[in-house]
């Protein structure tokens, strides 16, 4: 298994980060029902009251793929659309090392 992992920045409208926040946490019945999908965290900006993180850990590139073009994930970027300050920033990476997973190295 090689696992890929993804760090995305998500820089929100002035005061709009509680309502991104939400439309993520309305995905989350998506995220939880993608088997390779195995980790979906969502993080608030202890120093940037605009900033959201997102990290994600995937069993591989096929399970990315999949939650990254399911209608769900088509929708949930469709609410964030108008509470975005920019695009938002990912990072793809190779974890080399997992809690609990065995990583190929």
Known sequence: ????????????????????VAALGDYFPQVESE??????AVST?????DLVW???LYTGDDALQAHSTSPAFQS???ALGGLLSG???????RP???????VEG
């Open 76 to 78: 949930m970027a469709g």
């Open 87 to 93: 695009a938002p920033d990912l990072h793809f990476c």
């Open 45 to 49: 900006d202890n120093g940037d009251p």
């Open 35 to 40: 088997d390779g999908t195995l980790v979906y």
């Open 54 to 56: 997102v990290y994600e």
């Open 1 to 20: 298994m090689s696992l890929v992992s993804v760090i995305a920045r998500i820089p929100c409208q002035p005061g709009k980060r509680d309502e991104v």
């Open 96 to 102: 080399v090392r997992a809690k609990g997973h065995v």
